[in-house]
């Protein structure tokens, strides 16, 4: 078997091994052949086919049999990857069985043999994907309870605001990846449908035996038999590559998430280390977020071939020219895509480094102004809200001029020390007095993904 030379340099960064097994040359070529025995063993099941020829069909439809590059060559003339495969299996049947020969391809068309090869590719696809996804969940599932009262700062538009906590952060996370399962398993049964049309969509070439082929090929390849072929209808490919990209893009989140919080200025969060993983080549002392880079790399591009299929979706008539084409190598990279996002993604949660006493630093960083909200709540009940407010907001402005903690001016202020004890300040400013629902945010996304999991 002759491989054609393929872009590796950068395979084992954004992809996944066992995602670009389903999808090399071998796994593509071995898909279509797939189709082909099973027509064979279908027609012969209901008696259109002899029973004789199955055995030589089945014996060819191996791909290690073929040459790829021969196969990419012919390609380039042929338009698709199916005439010549088709006829490269003829001749390989026909040198040792020329009846059976014959049989092969019956009633079929080069897009049958493609969009249900690629049916078969998607299938495993979808198993190793669900399968990390669920693994993914656990994982977070794990860490969201570990750091469920860990408070960090919140920050919005990239300030620090109020309170949260690690374990509120990791839920979110959690919470995108349960509802991206649930997709999939809502989806599975529109996408893994056999496509069998023949030429225009009537499987006319098979006359009154149409049909119970068409169910004998899809339950020997264990799909659905759908309400009819689907070869310009593009919508369940189009689906299913929409949810990869919900995917990609909840993991660029959290990937972004990380990196942020590794940022020097931070410190609070960090990718699990290794040897020689984020370093520099001039710059010893780095420690760069290499698998977050995946996740924002992954989310960045797969939107882009997301609309090329989207593009791709108004077929001309009953077989399409060039926008059928456009799929070919687009849904496959998407999920090659997502399947090393979703690798770095396992690694970064399961070996998250967390540093609490940094996050308890950062959060003092404003000497006590992240939590302004939670004074000026208790004491709007005491003076009304916007006496409270005004009165907040002066005393932080004067811990800012005078570089003071607001604890220490608001124990300077009348009008505050009048309504609050020296207590409930130094309660209202301690950060792990106000997390609100933080701890229940994470019981209920734990809750909802052993839901799913059970």
């Known amino acids: 078997m002759n491989q054609r030379p393929g872009n590796q340099l950068f395979d084992a960064y954004f992809t996944a091994r066992d995602m670009r097994e389903v999808f090399c040359d071998q796994g593509r070529v071995q898909a279509m052949l797939d189709f082909e025995s099973a027509l064979a063993r279908a027609e012969a099941r209901v008696g259109l086919i002899p029973h004789a020829a199955v055995a030589s069909i089945d014996a060819a439809c191996q791909a290690g049999q073929y040459d790829f590059t021969a196969l ?170 929409s949810v990869l990209g919900l995917i990609a893009g909840s993991l660029g989140k959290l990937g972004r998430d990380i990196s942020l919080l590794m940022q020097t200025e931070a410190g609070e969060v960090f990718e699990p280390s290794a040897p020689g993983k984020g370093g520099s080549s001039t710059m010893p002392h780095k420690r760069n977020p290499v698998g977050a880079a995946v996740l924002i790399g992954a989310a960045t591009r797969v939107p882009g071939l997301l609309s090329t299929l989207f593009s ?63 004074v000026s709540i208790v004491l709007a009940q005491r003076v009304g809200r916007d006496t409270a407010h ?35 300040l130094d309660d209202l400013l301690d950060p792990a007095h106000y997390l609100g629902q933080a701890q229940v945010w994470v019981e209920r996304a734990v809750a909802e993904h052993s839901a799913l999991t059970a």
């Open 72 to 241: 990419g060559e012919a390609i380039a003339t042929a338009g698709n990857s199916a005439i010549p495969l088709v006829k490269a299996l003829g001749k390989r049947i026909a040198a040792s069985d020329a009846d059976a020969e014959r049989y092969v391809h019956l009633g079929a068309t080069s897009q049958d043999v493609m969009d249900t090869g690629l049916v078969l590719q998607l299938r495993r696809a979808l198993e190793l994907i669900e399968a990390d996804l669920a693994q993914l969940g656990q994982t977070l599932a794990t860490q969201a309870a570990r750091f469920v009262a860990t408070p960090l700062a919140g920050r919005t538009w990239l300030q620090h605001a109020t309170p949260v906590t690690l374990g509120m952060k990791i839920a979110g996370w959690l919470g995108a990846v349960t509802r991206s399962r649930q997709r999939l398993q809502a989806l599975r049964p529109r996408l893994l449908v056999l496509q069998f049309g023949g030429a225009s969509g009537t499987l006319a070439a098979l006359g009154d035996k149409a049909m119970p082929v068409a169910q004998a090929l899809a339950d020997e390849l264990q799909l659905s038999l759908p309400e009819q072929p689907w070869h310009t209808q593009r919508d369940r490919l189009v689906e299913f590559a």
């Open 312 to 374: 791709a979706m108004p077929q001309e008539h009953e077989r399409s020219l060039g926008l059928w084409h456009a799929e070919w190598e687009t849904l496959p990279e998407i999920c090659c895509l997502v399947s090393g996002s979703l690798k770095q993604a396992l690694l970064l949660a399961a070996g998250l480094e967390v540093d609490a006493e940094r996050m308890a630093r950062n959060l003092d960083l404003t000497r006590g102004l992240v939590l302004a909200e939670a």
């Open 390 to 424: 005004h009165l907040l907001e002066q005393c932080c402005k004067r811990a800012v001029a005078e570089q003071r903690h607001l604890r220490a001016v608001l124990g300077d202020e009348p009008q505050v020390t009048a309504e609050l004890s020296a207590a409930e």
